[in-house]
Each structure stands twice: as structure tokens, then as C-alpha cells.
């Protein structure tokens, strides 16, 4: 048996790619992430799966799984509990993350265990996790040559897992992401602004490894830098305008502002209305890019964490943490493959250590009464709540959206306290394992303004995006790329076009940052297909807006169908591909909200009946009253208002 492993990154073709991979013998099967790819495999009489449908992330195999990936992390979390930064175990910050690398080395080990010959095809971020899937492949008998083949620009390139290979490889990712992400955050600026942004935080991240070059020569010489560190972080919160006196700190990693910022855009200005000092406290550039572009005021410590790894790895603290964490994984080799994670673990402790510090000393010099947190998992976010618990303080996230109850998200929100605007979400939460008493039901705070959208409005966002308000409008807004979407989108542009109607498609912001070359491919099929037609596709343009403006929705279990529901909008819920969709909470149509359509051939007469012949439209509104009461706790525009009472006056 053989198996091999490829990572793709950067400008390729999808159909080229079936020539570079290595013939094996039959039978063998290929695995991948990618849709596109998993298509044109396919046509080629290529048995292929995708990893997301072969070991789904719910139901009974899942849960099985799951239960074997959480004894495995739960071995290991306790092992590495006693590496400790200020006393806080250094795993607090990496643990989430690491569960996931676990829980996907145990899908595939039951992928293994079917012994058939396999390559596996991977799309988006870089991780020493691939290395372990190939040590896992090779323990399992499999013949491997260890190496990672690394596909870009229609050529392959193989990457051992000598030290710091993995990160290089990881570092250079890193920067051109992020030059793709500043592209296609400001796709609609000129080419001078987006490129003077990317310099911009080229510019930053070249001064900063200059700065770590200076702090280490003054370590040196005996020069405590880290002192400087601090000051320097002591000086930003002084001139910040709510510098120490404020009572609240909100901590957030999340380059999706629409995911993870937006619901607490509007308790931020009822703090402000209410005179109550807050930070916004971030540390990475995708977010630092997002906020700035959003005008979002906030204090960025990304510079300040990097600085703290570098003089850690390099202190007494950094080489107790590199020899425990290298006897842990030797002596505690629980699952085969593990270890070819080390320098990747040893990576996110000095980063953990490196927030901890942090945390602690913004922490100690504030009275605060709470912090809260987006709910991304993210290291940032843990580490505040776990100094935070240590300093007494509570800590509060929030729920983003209604959420698919897959048992990885169990150990996901660490926070005393969970936000949740609705019972769908309670029962969400509570079905994971989650303590109902600390979920509190306080409606969703990203609603509130919707109480005060007008006609007056409406027309204010038709001329902003450029829409002919005079014809009636229909937004296709789906919650991901299904098989086959480009096709029946370009047949829906032209049914449009025919009727006089308005059309505009709103990509899932999701594709901005992951899988944005697959996205892009479907798109130009559509404006292939669609020359001359009037229509707009769009990843940036706010939701709310374009829901607000529409005559009708369709969606498949996005959460902008939820909005359209608040908004009042009529709904048709797709199926084309005809998954069992029971699952998502989201389907408006068990409400009676959503109008069911898995064939083509309805939904155009579905929409004249709902647009020409304004049918349907009393049932669904009597549907969108029981949604309603289970998505959005009482709907009447005040959970901010509700929010801000908890955080300063307690639960």
C-alpha cells in the first residue's frame, strides 16, 4: 500500500493538476478538501472523496470519533498542564487547536485502516499536521516517502519535516495570505491603495524582525528587553483614550468583522452612550487590517507578542518549556504521528507564553469589571479568560449566529459566560455539554438596528451599491459553494434579466480568506455564461444592506437567511444537491419561514408566484413568527441594551 500527501497554494489549474500526481496501483482513491478538484477527479473516472463527506463532522461516526480524539486530548492536556507561565498552564492558549489536530489524525486513521492505496490533496493553510499524517500512513504499513509534496503554479516541490522547514514554509504562506487578503478585502479600491496596504504590512512585519535582531543583542549585553516590551505596551494603553480607567476589554482575533465583531458593534456604542470606558485589544494583522478598514478603533499587539516569543525561546522559561514539552511527546507517544508535531506545539507554547505575559500585565493594572471575547478558539481569547479567571474577573463571549451542533465545537467557548440570542442556540450549546446556567438568552445584539431600518434607508443603500430601486430585487445569499452552483446561478441571471428583475449574489465572506481561488473559478464560469446580463456578484458588501433592499431571498441554512426572517423578508430555501439538511437549525422552512425548493425547475416559477403574484406571502409570515421566537429572545431591539446591564451590573 502507498500513500502520499500534497499541499496546493497559489495559481493553479485545477484541470492540469490530475497530470502531476504519482500513478498507484489499484486500488487507490484520492482525498481532498476541494470541491473543485473533487469534480474534474471525478469526470476523470478518479475514485475520489471528499474528506468532509467520507468522515462527516456529525452524526453517530463522528461522535464516535470525537470521543477518541477527546480521551487522546485529554491524556495530553493533562501532561501539559504543568508547563506554566505565570501560573497558567501554557496549553490553555493551544488546547482547541490542538484537539482539532487530533480530532483530524483520527479521521484519518479510519481512512487508513481501509487499506486502500491514497493521496491525499489538501487546499488552504500550511500545518506540520500533514507530516504526522504521513508518520501515521508509514506506522500503518503504508510505503511513504515522508515528504509533503508542496503544489504551486503547476509544479510540485517536496518539503521534509527537517526543523524549521515546516515554518518557513509556514512564514512565506503566511505573508502572501495576507497580501491576498488585503487584495481582496479592498477589491473595489484602486490598485495604488490596496498595493500601499500590503507595503504597509510588509513594512510592519520587516521592522519588527528587525527589532527582534536589537532586542536580542541587548539581551545579550545584559539588558533585560522584555522590560522594554512592556513599556512599550504600558505606553500605547496611557495614550489610548480610555487608557487604564477603563472597566472593559474586549479581545479579538477574527479577520471576519461580520462574524465575530459585528454583534457587539452595537453594546459598544451603548457602552459610549453611557460614558463607560472599553479596549478593543487585537494581535494579529488580518484583524489589525479588517479593523482599521472598518474605522474601528483599537490597540494592536502583534508586534509586542512576536518580540516576547523571540526572548523567550531564549530565557530560562523557554528552554524549561522546550525540554518538558520534548519529554512529554517522547515518553507519551499516545497517538502514532504526534510527534511530527513538536516543533509546531513547541511554536504555539512561546506564543501562549508570549499572551499570557501580555494578558497578565494589562490585566493586573486595570479594575476591571469583565472582559469579553470573540468566540473564535483562538489563543488571544483563551488566554484573556484563563488570566482573567486568575485575577477574578468574569468573562463573556457570545454565540456567532446559529450554530450546527458538531461535537468539535464542544470544547470551543471557555468564557464564564455565553451570550446567546435565541432557544435554537441554547439547545445547540446544551446538546454539546455546554452548563445552561451560564448561557444567557439576551436576543442578538446585531439585530437591534434592524428596528430602525426604513424605505428612507432602503433607497439610501440602492444608490450606495448602485441598484435601479425601482425594480424589484432578489439576493441569492448561500452559506457556502455547493457542486454545480455556477450552473444554476447563471440560468437564474438570466430568468432575471428576462423578467426585469434585479439580481445580486453574495459570496459567503468565508471564500475572502479560504478556498478564494475555487470561489473565483465559479465566478468567471458564471460572468462566462452571463456576458452582456445585468447582475452583481459581491463579497463585500454588507449583508444587512443588500437583504434590507431585497423583494425576495433565497438561500440554502446560511444565517443570512435568519436576517432576512428578522428583516421580513420572503424566503426560498435551496436543496439542489439534496443533503440531508435535518441537522442545520437553520432550515426556515421546518418554521414554515422558507419556501422548500430542491429542483431547478420550481424555483423560477416559485419566484413569478411570489414576485408578479404575490403568493405565499401570508404563510410565510406566519412562519417567520415562530422563527423568530426561536432565533432572536423577545425581537424588540434592545439586546445591547441588555448586554450592557449584565456586564455592569452582573448576572
Known sequence: MESRLYFFYGDNDYVELPKLLPKLPDPYWVITDSDEL?????ELDIETEILGQLVPEHGPQAKEIFGISKKIYEKYLNLFSEIKIKDISIIFGFDHVFLRKIYLLIKIREILNKKKNVIFIFEGRFTSVYFSILKLSHNLGYSTNLEVGFIKNNKITYISN?????????TKLKVSRLSNFIKNSYSKSSSFFIYREILKSLLKISVMYSKIIIHKFLNLIGIDSSKIVLNKINRKMKKSKAKYSSKYIFFITASRLDLYFRPFENVIKKLGEEHLSFHIISSDLSTDVMLNKNSVQHLDFFEEMKLLIELIKNSNDGQLIRGKTKIILHENNLLSGIEELYEEILEN?????????????????????????????????????????????????????VINPEPILSDWLHSDMIFVSGEAGVESLTSLGYDKSKLILTGDPKYDFFKMLDSSSKLEFSKEYGIDSTKKLIVVAMSRWHEKDELWMSRLIKFVNQNDFEIVIKIHPFYITKLHQESEKKIRTIQQSCKNLRYTITYHMEVYKLLHMAELVITDYSNAGIEAVFLEKPIIALNFIKENSDRYPQRLDKYGAAIYVDEYSDLEVIILEILNKKMYLEELKNGRKKAINRFNFK??????QRIVEILTKGH
Open 38 to 42: 473533487h469534480e474534474i477527479l471525478k
Open 162 to 170: 527537517r526543523k524549521g522547514n515546516s515554518k518557513n514554509v509556514s
Open 349 to 401: 507554547f512561546y506564543r501562549s507564553a508570549s499572551f499570557i505575559i501580555i494578558c497578565e500585565f494589562i490585566i493586573k493594572h486595570m479594575n476591571l469589571k469583565s472582559i469579553i471575547v470573540a468566540p473564535t478558539g483562538e489563543m488571544l481569547e483563551n488566554i484573556a479568560i484563563e488570566v482573567a479567571r486568575k485575577h477574578r474577573i468574569p468573562s463573556y463571549s457570545f454565540l456567532p449566529g
Open 635 to 640: 425581537n424588540d431591539g434592545l439586546a445591547s
